[in-house]
């Protein structure tokens, strides 16, 4: 008999001789790996009292942790502290003390977790901001936000209702449910796309911050970064912020809470609602998600019962054409344009279809192989969906199974609310990164993934008109993360570049050669020499991409080369600085610039003791990239820029009065 299916037999079998009866008697709890598998007298009036407890589960390996958080989303507990804390009720627990007899854990309730869980459920709707979470943006400011952008970016961004939430639905506040979309309007033709989704469990601070941050990122580096500007003018970002928002108002309040908020049917633990990812039509209802309505993973009244499945699933249907067949077995061909991205909290994993069985997906080894490429950035373990026990009904299956584009689920982080500190130091741009990459490969993911990436390319910022240069850049094949299995060794064969016309819309290939002389190397340095002649004067897009030992290109990057730029261009500045130890005075609010030396220089008033800055913009941030702090009036800078905005900023550190900058180009 199939191991799943025997501990699933002998857990359903305890269940039903459980807490149905009163005991005679006290049960001892189980000691660690023994003891009885069925409720005790005390967790049996535990789950009458609450219904969904949170239990510990003390484990032994890290293969323990993944099989777990892959089946359960953790509410605490980390691989690190070899422990976990899951939100169950009793048909879940015994289940996991049946497991956990085979595997060695010990599996018990965690009575003060479990009141203060229950606790958070009874919090009131409407918080106008989440206390002690000043990073994560509400609902509302979520949604204005993107407005916001779509106001500041009108060719490179709308924002749309594709829905109404529940509560809306029925005429009780609630929400719409909003894509935000992302491309040059200005460039025709059909366009792969990037779908994400994000938030659709509402106590999952990070993903929704995560994907609005994206958004932000790259509307604000259009035009000043070369990938940025490609991947926006050749392709789609199509961005839910708030995949189940009437939830999320409740998680802002304080409360743990997971499903939406349909509360159609009564629950005397306050936990109504449905599932939303295990509510999707594919393979729903094969296990893994629950018929009880106070479950946290209830897979609701019929699939896709809930309006914000339905509105998801006509979402992702738009975005995606159907590639595969109806069979189980029928693969997706391997030119399949597109990426869904379901983003969720917290496990640090990124997983792929299938959840409700073990076996490979039609595309599975394509879907692994990228898998382990974001995982790369992220450094997050990759692994095929299905754990413990079977999920059913989720998001990346339906994508997948209906669709055939490659899905993922990205479980980011250490925590649901976690603190802002780490999201901004770390989870935020590992998965910024993960996500560009994800871009980046939306044209042709499932042969990209495995492709070579063409890496730290370099070339002058600006040439004279006839003039060549050199180009270079590092192409390996060697980016992806092998904590849970290798990618086969794939060597670099060929190297090339295009200018102004990248290789999907026909551009004319130019060879690049290996530094050192042969291509027989997982990683090659490459090189070429570009003449300028017959290109126009102004901004030029190079492309670079390689190829490996399986014919498989992996995808392009680019940088930005300006022809016949103007040099020597002297430009002057003047402003008054006030008593010493004021905050800074700008002389310049910002200008663009295509690279090159760019020099300052200062002149205050005799006997004072001015500073000069140069600040390079960095996505919505101002960074410091040169300074002259001399003790005189005078000051000079002479930077090596690259392309992008900059601006001056003069302090008076003693005296006062009147200053001339001249800047020089």
């Not at 928002?245 to 509360?263: F, Q, Y």
């Not at 309505?293 to 499945?309: F, V």
């Not at 925590?415 to 999201?423: I, K, L, M």
């Not at 600040?615 to 702090?629: C, I």
């Amino acid at each position: 008999m199939h191991k799943g299916l025997s501990v699933s037999l002998l857990s359903a079998a305890l269940l039903l001789a459980s807490c149905s009866q009163t005991p005679t008697a006290p049960q001892a709890s189980p000691a660690p790996g023994t003891g009885t598998l069925v409720a005790t007298a005390d967790e049996c009036s535990t789950f009458q009292q609450y219904p969904v407890v949170v239990s510990r589960i003390d484990f032994k390996t890290p293969r323990d942790w993944l099989d777990i958080v892959k089946t359960f989303e953790p509410v605490g507990g980390s691989l690190e502290d070899g422990y976990v804390l899951l939100d169950v009720a009793q048909a879940d627990f015994e289940r996991l003390r049946v497991t956990g007899m085979t595997r060695g854990w010990t599996v018990k309730i965690d009575r003060a977790q479990t009141e203060r869980h229950s606790a958070s459920l009874k919090a009131p709707l409407g918080a106008l901001s989440i206390s002690g979470y000043s990073c994560y943006r509400t609902v509302e400011e979520t949604y204005a936000s993107a407005q916001n952008l779509v106001t500041q970016y009108p060719n490179l961004a709308s924002w749309s209702s594709f829905g109404s939430s529940w509560l809306k639905s029925k005429g009780r506040g609630g929400y719409d449910m909003n894509v935000l979309k992302l491309t040059n309007k200005s460039t025709a033709g059909t366009k792969p796309r990037l779908l994400i989704t994000a938030s659709i469990h509402a106590r999952e601070y990070t993903p929704a911050e995560l994907a609005t941050r994206f958004a932000e990122y790259l509307l604000a580096n259009y035009g000043k970064d070369a990938d940025v500007t490609w991947m926006l003018d050749s392709q789609e970002v199509w961005l839910v912020l708030q995949s189940n928002p009437d939830g999320r108002k409740k998680a802002e309040a304080g409360a743990s809470w997971r499903k939406n908020v349909n509360d159609t049917q009564a629950c005397s633990n306050g936990l109504y609602g449905v599932d939303l990812n295990r509510n999707f039509n594919y393979a729903w209802g094969t296990g893994g998600s629950s018929a009880d309505p106070c479950n946290e993973t209830y897979k609701g009244a019929a699939a896709a019962s809930e309006i914000e499945t339905q509105n998801l699933q006509n979402l992702i249907r738009a975005a995606f054409a159907d590639n595969r067949g109806p069979a189980r077995t029928d693969a997706a061909p391997n030119t399949t344009g597109g990426i869904y991205m379901d983003i969720h909290s917290y496990s640090q994993l990124v997983l792929w279809p299938w959840g409700d069985t073990t076996t490979v997906a039609p595309n599975g080894t394509q879907m692994q192989s990228l898998g382990r490429k974001f995982a790369y950035f992220n450094g997050y373990t990759p692994e095929q969906s299905v754990g413990l026990y079977p999920t059913s009904g989720t998001t990346d299956d339906f994508a997948y199974g209906e669709l055939g584009v490659p899905a993922y689920t990205i479980e980011l982080g250490t925590a649901f609310f976690e603190s802002c500190s780490t999201f901004t130091g770390t989870t935020l741009p590992k998965n910024q990164a993960a996500l560009l990459y994800a871009l980046r490969v939306a044209r042709q993911p499932y042969t990209m993934g495995s492709g070579p990436d063409s890496v730290t390319l370099n070339a002058p910022a600006s040439v004279a008109t006839g003039a060549s240069f050199t180009l270079s850049a590092s192409a390996t094949n060697t980016r992806f993360n092998t904590s849970n299995g290798a990618e086969p060794t794939r060597t670099i064969t060929a190297a090339e570049y295009f200018i102004d016309t990248p290789p999907w819309a026909g551009g004319t290939a130019r060879a690049m050669t290996a530094t050192d002389g042969t291509f027989n190397a997982a990683t090659e340095s490459v090189q070429a020499s570009v003449s300028t002649t017959g290109l126009s004067a102004g901004k030029h897009t190079v492309y670079v991409r390689a190829k490996n030992n399986s014919g498989t290109y992996g995808p392009v990057s680019a940088l930005f080369v300006t022809v016949g730029a103007t040099t020597g261009t002297t430009t002057t500045y003047t402003g008054t600085v006030a008593a010493a130890g004021n905050a800074y005075q700008t002389s310049a609010s910002g200008f663009t610039y295509a690279g090159g030396t760019l020099k300052g220089n200062l002149t205050g008033p005799t006997g004072t003791d001015f500073d000069l800055y140069l600040q390079k913009l960095s996505g919505s941030t101002w960074t410091q990239v040169a300074a002259s702090e001399g003790s005189t009036s005078t000051e000079a800078i002479n930077y090596a820029a690259a392309s992008g905005t900059y601006r001056w900023r003069v302090y008076a550190y003693s005296g006062s009065g009147s200053y001339t900058l001249t800047e020089t180009k």
